[in-house]
């Protein structure tokens, strides 16, 4: 018997501040953010915002009521403990995070995180109950040596193992090809869709459960030109956005796109 296919949900846009902003640029992002939501003009999918972990609880605050949910860019892979600077993924749902942002590219190459930190920080985020977006990809050497395929995978493994799997409600994973990010050159359609059918074939080869049930979003410089071609994509179940989400004008038209998808 013929498995139908998966039934794509709203879109889940995910905004990606990074190490951005100030309380004066932030209070005007959230004005408008609010103004457009709560007018009801944006979209019937999720929108998460990850600000800086600084702005965690204003965000929160004066995001309340809207719809639009928060998040972390990061959590450390240990629960407690004399680690200055940290903070753990028990914090981050104290302060009202839903979702947590693990394993993107600028962390992997500025802090040397590896497959086997990530591993640790995701098994913390699902301990606790986050949702988890894990971000995967590869750069331009060894997309150009005929390498993705095997990144992915590599970069996957741990990720879906039976030792996640059945503590995890909810696992998102953003296939980001390094060479894309902040570059204002996104990957091609095509370039896409073949990473993003590749992921999901993995996930089926573990479990046809986990296939149906992972979210799988696109980030490298998605923006109100492309997103629209971008969600139209079978296996994409959102995107992960950086910089045009500090505009509070594109990104405001890249929910209302999202909303027609």
Not at 41 to 48: A, K
Not at 116 to 134: E, H, M, S, Y
Request: proline share 4%.
């Amino acid at each position: 018997m013929l498995k139908m296919p998966k039934q794509k949900g709203p879109p889940i846009l995910v905004a990606n501040w990074k190490m951005n902003g100030n309380l004066h640029s932030i209070n005007r992002l959230l004005c408008d953010l609010k103004r457009d939501f709560l007018d009801k003009e944006l979209g019937s999918g999720q929108v998460v915002i990850l600000p800086p972990h600084v702005y965690l609880q204003i965000v929160a605050k004066d995001l309340s009521g809207t719809g639009i949910v928060i998040g972390a860019q990061d959590a450390d892979e240990r629960e407690t403990g004399p680690v200055t600077g940290g903070v753990s993924a028990k914090m981050l749902l104290d302060v009202g995070c839903e979702y947590v942002l693990l394993g993107h590219s600028e962390r992997r190459n500025l802090f040397n995180e590896g497959d086997g930190v990530i591993f640790q920080k995701l098994k913390q985020a699902v301990k606790v109950g986050l949702k988890a977006i894990v971000c995967v990809g590869e750069t331009l050497e060894q997309r150009n040596s005929g390498q993705v395929l095997e990144v992915i995978s590599n970069q996957l493994k741990p990720i879906i193992s039976q030792e996640i799997l059945p503590q995890s409600e909810e696992l998102l994973i953003a296939y980001e090809p390094i060479w894309a990010i902040g570059s204002n050159k996104s990957a091609t359609i095509h370039q896409i869709g073949y990473a993003l059918s590749e992921i999901r074939k993995i996930l089926r080869d573990v479990d046809i459960n986990l296939s149906d049930s992972t979210k799988i979003l696109y980030g490298g410089s998605v923006t109100e030109k492309n997103i629209a071609e971008i969600l139209a994509l079978d296996e994409v179940d959102g995107a992960l956005i950086g910089g045009a989400s500090l505009d509070p004008k594109s990104f405001s038209k890249i929910c209302r796109i999202a909303k027609t998808i």
